[in-house]
């Protein structure tokens, strides 16, 4: 079975800390995405990487960060957390050919105070 | 423009058959996904179409049609644990990594 993982479940952080998000998966799939969810705003695309290093900015890149040092593990950063983050962070990865479905992981719902 | 169209809500009878449609205009077309999302939780993979026609799983179906823009998501035998949102997502060709999303159906199950 797939299995993407986050680091937390559950985050409530501070306005202007720097937060720390990280997914891994063991399926060595080439493609990462990061994504937040909203209510009524459905899902969003922050960034995606399709190889280690390579990062591509999604539709709302703008309070991110990203790293992909090494092929199982994708980080997101925000560099100063804002109230307008607080939302739950979906990671997702997929392999770089065939149907190219997504598998998530749990999620973290971040609070920003 | 990049678009998908999906009801908001739905609600259906237990033991019923319940039909989800999804129409999209995109650019370019590499597939269409369904996933199923509980409240609360990640969404999780149901059906992938990428040919014209009906792809059955159980007691969940999803049908395509290319030319139409078009595809739904069929639940038969309804219970109560179908009760979830389901999304729909199109892979785009021009940048066949991304999907792009629908805002989900809210499926409600009553008893």
């Known amino acids: 079975d797939v299995k993407v993982t986050q680091s937390s479940r559950y985050l409530v952080k501070r306005t202007g800390e720097k937060v720390f998000l990280e997914c891994v998966q063991d399926m060595d799939h080439e493609n990462m995405f990061w994504y937040r969810q909203d209510p009524g705003l459905g899902l969003r695309l922050i960034y995606f990487?399709?190889?280690?290093?390579?990062?591509e900015k999604g539709d709302i890149p703008e309070g991110y960060s990203v790293s992909r040092e090494k092929k199982e593990r994708f980080s997101l950063i925000l560099e100063s957390a804002s109230t307008n983050q607080t939302s739950m962070y979906l990671c997702?990865?997929?392999?770089?050919?065939?149907?190219?479905?997504?598998?998530f992981g749990p999620g973290t719902r971040l609070t920003v105070l | 423009g990049q678009n998908i169209d999906q009801p908001t809500e739905m609600t259906a009878t237990e033991g019923a058959i319940v039909q989800i449609n999804c129409t999209y205009q995109t650019s370019g077309f590499n597939g269409l996904f369904w996933y199923q999302q509980h409240a609360g939780e990640a969404p999780t993979f149901l059906s992938y179409n990428v040919l014209d026609g009906l792809e059955e799983k159980g007691r969940f179906s999803s049908f395509l049609s290319r030319s139409k823009g078009y595809s739904y998501l069929l639940l038969k035998e309804l219970q109560m644990k179908d009760s979830a949102s389901y999304l729909c997502?199109?892979?785009?060709?021009?940048?066949?990594?991304?999907?792009?999303w629908g805002l989900g159906t809210s499926l409600a199950v009553n008893p």
């Open positions: 997502a199109v892979l785009n060709a021009g940048n066949n990594r991304k999907l792009i």
């Open positions: 990487s399709y190889d280690v290093k390579m990062k």
């Open positions: 997702a990865s997929s392999w770089d050919r065939g149907a190219r479905e997504q598998f």
